[in-house]
């Protein structure tokens, strides 16, 4: 069953989900999505696990700026390692999808030791490119100008494959169509400035799960294959028929390779 849950704090309140009990997995999301994209993961959450998946400041129930004065995406980490505290988790798996793997290395960096596993799927350790970050200006003058639906618009022929069920595609329309705008822009600026993480990698000494769509059209696999091979201690799994939300186009692979990867750490 999974449980709604937020927490008031100083600076803004923090929205999850959870389900399960045990040892502590923290699934990150991806933009402009929120919380809700690992419903498919919290129905199959192994016994001994527990999953918890917050939102983003300014996504799904999250609102304010929790960190005292941090921005970009420091400001999400920070919220996330507050969310910790607030559970009393020491350590966890942190599991990031695209912007929530970039989220997840802003994590690494400011609290290693409180990984205790890293799972990164379908998202890149560089920083934008000059054409990247041009992208990200003409996204933020069609989110001023059309508003977030018409960000779905254009984002979802890269965020699923063409084979994607109808469903599915109306139902992650939906998800970016009711987004914050105000929070949408922090996120493009966040991920616009966010620094290039690749000289990182040979520092993450936990176990780590790298997985990617085989279709991914944001971050491909040559980028999932290069992080894994400069984490010491990483495996890769190519989803099928899969695009960049592989978690919710092939949620039974997807789940199925997270549960052995934590079955195999317990
Ligand atoms: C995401 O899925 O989080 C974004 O597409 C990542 C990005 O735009 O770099």
Redesign the pocket.
């Given at each position: 069953m999974v449980r709604e849950r937020e927490l008031e704090t100083p600076g803004g309140r923090i929205a999850w989900i959870e389900a399960g009990a045990g040892w502590p997995v923290v699934l990150l999301h991806?933009?402009p999505l929120h919380s809700s994209m690992w419903l498919p993961q919290l129905a199959r959450v192994p016994d001994g696990w527990r999953f918890i998946a917050p939102d983003f400041p300014g996504f799904g129930r999250s609102a304010g700026f929790l960190d005292g004065g941090r921005r970009g995406l420091d400001a999400y980490a920070a919220a996330v390692g507050g969310l910790m505290d607030a559970l009393e988790i020491d350590a966890a798996v942190i599991a990031g999808?695209?912007?929530?793997g970039y989220v997840a290395f802003a994590l690494h960096r400011a609290l290693s030791a409180r990984f205790s596993g890293l799972v990164l799927a379908?998202t890149r350790a560089q920083a934008d490119t000059p054409a990247g970050r041009d992208g990200r200006v003409r996204m933020r003058e069609l989110l001023a100008r059309s508003g977030p639906a018409a960000v779905a618009d254009e984002?979802l022929p890269r965020?699923l494959s063409s084979g994607a069920d109808a469903a599915l595609v109306a139902q992650v329309r939906d998800t970016i169509a009711g987004a914050d705008p105000a929070g949408i822009d922090a996120a493009i600026l966040a991920?616009m400035d966010r620094p290039d993480s690749t000289a990182d990698l040979p520092h993450i000494s936990c176990g780590t799960l790298v997985l990617v769509g085989k279709e991914d059209a944001?971050t491909s696999v040559a980028d999932a294959d290069a992080m894994q091979r400069a984490i010491p201690r990483a495996t890769l799994t190519v989803v099928p028929h899969a695009g960049?939300l592989s978690n919710l186009e092939q949620p039974d692979t997807f789940s199925r390779a997270l549960a052995d990867f934590l079955i195999a750490r317990a």
């Open positions: 991806a933009f999808l695209s912007m929530g379908d984002m965020l991920m944001i960049h």
